[in-house]
């Protein structure tokens, strides 16, 4: 949850890497930087690591 620094309004439910907002009540400009990159941003679901390379996981067919 994101909240303005200044009159604690809730500005935004999100996930986010770096992000600025104007709080419309007080207007604040917010500006944020997550301390860690999310786990699942610092590589796609369907590579591998395998020996320092990444590959692409082989997908099963539906029949």
Known sequence: ??????CNRKLAEAEYIRLSIKCPRCGA??????SE???????????????GKLEATPRKERL
């Open 1 to 6: 949850m994101v909240r303005c620094g200044s």
């Open 37 to 51: 990159p999310l786990i699942s941003a610092a590589r796609p679901p369907d590579l591998e690591a395998h020996d």
């Open 29 to 34: 400009i917010n500006q944020m930087k997550a």
